[in-house]
């Protein structure tokens, strides 16, 4: 159901838009105050046409990262150049100052691929003055490298071309089949390395939407993966939609998911969510239609309607030693963010209750090695000195990756029942989970006065929880910056003085002495634990005490700003996601 401004918007154009165009606006890079000032208040104004959008405000920087995805319609052949105006949002009512616009020909950019493009931004200076007279010596003429950071003057955005109705290329043919087999055999891995696998997703149709009350639905699918994103044409007023359309994904890392949404176009870009999927890749059965039901915001109920499902083929290949080799590399961020960071009380306490499971998984363990060591079983506990003290006294460095792998080899003897060879799930979720269900009806039966009182608890421990991580942190970090100068020196004097015995005497002997003394102790029943390296860092102050011993200065005159301050502030932030 469109608005009918929405119709009118283009005289002469057609009713229906080509295509969509999804922009993500990611970041910029060095951008000048357009008056005396040494910082600005960004945001972004993007036209394509007659459709204009405008992003969020990123306060008080010089290098903006937005990290926010737009949606604009596209008139093949009337509309063509995306413009994009950065403004300095100006408080009090006051009209924003433009410091840079940049310019896209979607003329130049190939359908349905989702394009990252870093682009010049112009009129960078226009309005930029000198703040002293001396000042303009040192800025020259209007050179585009004043601030001295990577790819000063220059606007990073994500533009995808996608939603078209009248181009659907079939691709499952044998000649594609046997170039997609010999570009990823195991004979041609080291001619490409980036080029890891290919992804086919055919979107077919989905059944048992929601129907809306008063209008129609108009439906199109979005597929994700990684920054990669396209989306089908709207298929209008129905709730059966059905598109059978195709794409490809080129695949730089084969542990990404698919993410596939479906939307309820409106018309006003404001999307109605009907239902969404994630999928490993890993986890695609290839050349098979299957129906997958539709979850929602949570991906853990199922979505409003009669049973939603999507019906989809997919195709994946890859090259499994290009996969491996990705394994230890960073994982490619999501530029196109949609984390909220409100307090959300649900959230709150699902994570607490991880942080409380992981406790006392730990808890249990320790508590099993104690029992060892105190001898509560005196054959185990034998047996364990016997054992360590053997390996102690032969140690070699090839038995620690030993030890990982005999872990695994325990992991894979036992049987374990999964649906999927991929990934698996652990049985200790659904404990996990039927915990959360009983949790959830016992808070239900309480009262609200218990209720409140049982979340004071829990922020209490989580606040606690935090506190002393962060004081054990910054204590340690206080050690090795010599801020309690005693206490560093005499660390310094110790690790000394080990270094020199370490040198005389093999580490296994120290070892073997202190797991024989250990064992001793349990024997005798003299169990007075003492933990020296917590208290060692009670001894450092952390950074907030810190603060606490600072005296209070009489504040000075505020320095003139100029072009070296300009610098700093800039290069503040101006790391390149």
Known sequence: SKPFGTLLSNSGSPSDPSGMVHIVMIQARGLIPSDVGSTINSFCKVSLGSKKRKSKIISESLNPKWREGLDLPWFKGQDDFIEIFIHDFKEGGEKSDQVGRAFI?????EQEVSHNL?????DRLEGFTSYESHESIILGDNSESLLNIEREGEMNVIVTISGLADT???????????????????SNTFSTLGDVGHLQVKVVRAEGISPEYVWKRNPFTVLQVGNSRVQTNSSKGTVVPEWNKTFQFDI???????????????????????????????????????????????????????????????KFCFNIIRASSCVFKPKPIKYEENYSNKF????????????????????????????????????????????????????SSWMIPLSVVLVLTVQ?????????????????????EITEETTDQV??????????DRLQQRALWMQEGMGNLANAMESLENVFNFTVPCISWFLYIL????????????????????VINRFRKGLLKNRRTNNKLENFLSRVPDNEELKNYEELVCTGESNYKSLFRLRRRATKDSNII
């Not at 020909?105 to 950019?109: A, D, G, P, V, Y």
């Not at 659907?168 to 195991?186: G, H, I, Q, T």
């Not at 690790?495 to 002495?513: E, K």
Request: aromatic content about 12%; hydrophobic content about 45%; overall charge negative.
């Open 105 to 109: 020909n979607l003329r130049e950019l």
């Open 118 to 122: 870093w682009i010049p931004i112009k």
């Open 168 to 186: 659907n290329v079939e691709v499952s043919r044998p000649e594609y089949e046997d170039e997609l087999k010999e570009r990823f055999a195991l």
């Open 252 to 314: 730089t890392d084969v542990y990404e998911v698919l993410e596939v949404i479906v939307f309820d176009d409106n018309g006003d870009f404001n999307y109605e969510f009907l239902g969404k999927i994630q999928i490993p890749l890993l986890n695609i059965e290839n050349g098979k239609e299957r129906w997958y039901r539709l979850k929602d915001q949570t991906l853990r109920n199922t979505a409003k309607g009669e049973t939603p499902r999507i019906l989809l083929e997919m």
């Open 344 to 395: 959300e009380f649900s959230k709150f306490k699902l994570n607490a209750q991880r942080v409380k499971k992981v406790k006392a998984n730990v808890y249990t363990q320790k508590q099993k090695i104690m029992d060892i060591f105190e001898w509560r079983d005196p054959f185990i506990s034998f047996c364990a000195l016997i054992i360590i003290s053997a390996v102690v006294w032969n140690f």
């Open 412 to 432: 894979i003897v036992q049987p374990v029942q999964s649906s999927s060879p991929s990934i698996s799930r652990p049985a200790s979720v659904e404990e996990e």
């Open 443 to 452: 808070d239900g039966e309480k009262t609200m006065m218990e209720t409140i």
């Open 495 to 514: 690790f000394m003085a080990v270094t020199i015995l370490l040198y005389f005497v093999p580490l296994r002997v120290l070892v073997l002495v202190w």
